[in-house]
Nanobody, 123 residues
Framework: VQLQAFGGGLVQAAGSLTLSCVVS????????MAWFRQASGKEREFVAVIMRSSGNTDYADSVKGRFTISRDDAAAYLIMDKLKPEDSAVYYCAATALYWSNTLKSTGAYTYWGQGTQVTVSS
């Protein structure tokens, strides 16, 4: 299984971007899919997750109400609205076969990772 993330770019504050994570060889619905981000000099942090089977979602407090995670058979998506300069980071998608776990906000829960896509929000 390979994940390919794309859709990053440069956007002004309050703007929007949509990231995509294409899943090869399997359906995106076969996995719990998540987005993480890593700003320069910081650790990788959880952003959003969508559970396999149920489709339930969860978000980091910092992005609730602004970001939306979704998926179809081919890919997972992160719709980012009202972007802030502090959202600037490399965004990574990740996948796991877990249905649910209290570790889903941790990088260690995920087996597959995309290559990352840079998001830069200018003030």
């Amino acid at each position: 299984v390979q994940l390919q993330a794309f859709g990053g770019g440069l956007v002004q504050a309050a703007g929007s971007l949509t990231l995509s994570c294409v899943v090869s060889e399997r359906r995106a619905r076969d996995f719990t899919m998540a987005w993480f981000r890593q700003a320069s000099g910081k650790e990788r942090e959880f952003v959003a997750v969508i559970m396999r089977s149920s489709g339930n979602t969860d978000y980091a407090d910092s992005v609730k109400g602004r970001f939306t995670i979704s998926r179809d058979d081919a890919a997972a998506y992160l719709i980012m609205d009202k972007l802030k300069p502090e959202d600037s980071a490399v965004y990574y998608c990740a996948a796991t076969a877990l249905y649910w776990s209290n570790t889903l906000k941790s990088t260690g829960a995920y087996t597959y990772w995309g290559q990352g896509t840079q998001v830069t929000v200018s003030s």
